[in-house]
DNA sequence: TGGTAATCTAATCAAGG
DNA sequence: CCTTGATTAGATTACCA
């Protein structure tokens, strides 16, 4: 991207479950690796969160289920994991724009993985059954689009609607509690309209 | 206007306890 | 066997030339 890639282009999600994007995802090759791994199959290694980690990142997820990339990088320094936030191919070679048939998807940084994990875990089980609850009204689609998983009065960690994202501020050297610092920024961007 | 980039959700696989 | 991390596919949105 030649258009200053720092301006982080506001991921803002802004209108999610477009009602059953993707299909049953079906197809998928019955290959465990169709693509050629140097070095032989190329196998899952599961990483095993410390309970320090997890506690941040749950933290972290409870504050602000969707990180823009400057607080997962936190995040990632945080929990002292590799942030792969460069977008290297297994091999380590760059994705070009012509390198990547498909596109990103590239390797993520397991905290990414575990939001990710943790947003659906967490979208799937509070909608164990969807109630035949017609639509409120054609209101517009405003962005008071609060997902499904809201509805949550109690605990609710202040779910900040995909389009609060902590902005990021100024994070002091001190990372010993992004999780403070997550929450706090998210309570102020939801304690301004 | 079209293309590209980045992110998200959903479904599924597979390792680890 | 169950939980949960890892992977893939598809779709959507936003920005730039």
């Known amino acids: 991207m030649s258009a200053a890639p720092g301006t982080s282009r506001a991921p803002q999600p ?3 479950f477009p009602g059953g994007a993707g299909g049953p995802g079906g197809s998928r090759p019955p290959g465990p690796c169709p693509c050629p791994c140097p070095g032989g199959p190329r196998k899952r290694r599961r990483t095993t969160f410390s309970r320090g980690q ?12 969707y990180p823009d990339i400057a607080t997962r990088e936190r995040l990632a320094e945080l929990t002292q994991l590799p942030e792969a936030k460069i977008q290297v ?3 380590g070679t760059p994705l070009g724009p012509g390198a990547a048939p498909s596109v990103s998807h590239g390797p993520v940084s397991p905290s990414q993985v575990w939001f990710q994990n943790r947003r659906a875990r967490r979208i799937r089980s509070a909608k164990p059954e969807p109630p035949p609850q017609p639509p409120p009204a054609p209101t517009e689609r405003g962005p008071s689009t609060a997902p499904p998983d ?8 202040a779910v900040p609607p995909p389009g609060a994202r902590s ?4 994070l002091p050297t001190s990372l010993g509690s992004i999780s403070d610092l997550i929450y706090s920024a998210a309570i102020t961007n939801l304690g301004e309209p």
């Open 54 to 65: 997890l506690s941040e990142l749950e933290r972290a997820f409870a504050a602000v289920p």
């Open 89 to 91: 191919s297994a091999d």
């Open 150 to 157: 809201g509805t949550a009065p109690g605990p609710a960690p």
């Open 14 to 16: 802004l209108l999610r």
């Open 167 to 170: 902005p990021a501020p100024s």
